[in-house]
C-alpha cells in the first residue's frame, strides 16, 4: 500500500508559477514509477507527467512539454512537479499517481498507476 498526499496548489495569474509536492508513505517508494495527472470538472483526467523509478526518464504529455518539469527525490519519497508559464487552460485539480513496475511505454495510461492521491486544485486566472 502506498499513500499519497499533494500540497502546493493555489490561485495564479496566467504567466506565473507554481511547484506542486506529492509525499508517499507506506511502502518503499523507489518500487514505483510516479505521475501527475490533471482533471477539470466534465472533463476526463489527463495525463501530465510521468518519472521512473530513479528519475532518469521523463516523460510528458505535448501540451505541458517545456513549461513543466517533473522530478523525484527517492531519499525523501517525494515527487514534484514545477509549473512555469501556466495558463488559464492548465487550471485543474492535479492528481500524484504510483505504479509499480517499469515506466514502458503506457506511462500515459491510468491503468498502469495503482495508488492515487487525493489531488490538489490549480487555478490560473488570465
Known amino acids: 500500500q502506498v499513500q499519497l498526499v499533494e500540497s502546493g496548489g493555489g490561485f495564479v495569474q496566467a504567466g506565473g508559477s507554481l511547484n506542486l509536492s506529492c509525499e508517499a508513505s507506506?511502502?518503499?517508494?523507489?518500487?514505483?514509477?510516479m505521475a501527475w495527472f490533471r482533471q477539470d470538472p466534465g472533463k476526463e483526467r489527463e495525463f501530465v507527467a510521468a518519472i521512473s523509478r530513479n528519475g532518469v526518464v521523463r516523460n510528458y504529455a505535448d501540451s505541458v512539454k517545456g513549461r513543466f518539469t517533473i522530478s523525484r527525490d527517492n531519499a525523501k519519497n517525494l515527487v514534484w512537479l514545477q509549473m512555469n508559464s501556466l495558463k488559464p487552460e492548465d487550471t485543474a485539480r492535479y492528481f500524484c499517481a504510483a505504479g509499480s513496475g517499469a515506466l514502458g511505454t503506457t506511462y500515459m495510461m491510468q491503468a498502469r498507476y495503482d495508488y492515487w492521491g487525493q489531488g490538489t486544485q490549480v487555478t490560473v486566472s488570465s
Open positions: 507506506g511502502s518503499t517508494f523507489i518500487d514505483y514509477k
